[in-house]
Nanobody, 124 residues
Framework: QVQLAESGGGLVQAGGSLRLSCVAS????????MAWFRQAPGLERVFTAA????????YYDNSVKGRFTISRDTAKNTVYLQMNSLKPEDTAVYYC?????????????????WGQGTQVTVSS
């Protein structure tokens, strides 16, 4: 079992930055592909970013490409999402998720473990 706990959300003005953290316990995160998904009010949860278990490859939704950066620190068993140039449409609950399969997926059904989410609100 892997337990995931997100932190770092909050209220920020448009154009600002936040860094989300996802700390894992139970098993080393080095065995898992990791992803961030987000769910805006009234909408479905959608893929945002992912990183291969090796750390060698990252993937982004087009809406955040060039503004968000996913990274991982294996020693700290933590995955990060650096969010820059935030826009009001980035307002959502952000979830981290872990997947033990060989390839990175952008579909949430592949992810076995989920955190509780952290709220990000971007004001205009």
């Amino acid at each position: 079992q892997v337990q995931l706990a997100e932190s770092g959300g909050g209220l920020v003005q448009a154009g600002g930055s936040l860094r989300l953290s996802c700390v894992a316990s139970g098993r080393p995160l080095g065995n898992y592909n990791m992803a961030w998904f987000r769910q805006a009010p009234g909408l479905e949860r959608v893929f945002t970013a992912a990183i291969h278990w090796s750390g060698a490859t990252t993937y982004y939704d087009n809406s955040v490409k060039g503004r968000f950066t996913i990274s991982r620190d294996t020693a700290k068993n933590t995955v990060y999402l650096q969010m820059n140039s935030l826009k009001p449409e980035d307002t959502a609950v952000y979830y981290c998720a872990a997947d033990s399969s060989q390839y990175v997926h952008q579909t949430e059904s592949f992810y076995e473990y989920w955190g509780q989410g952290t709220q990000v609100t971007v004001s205009s």
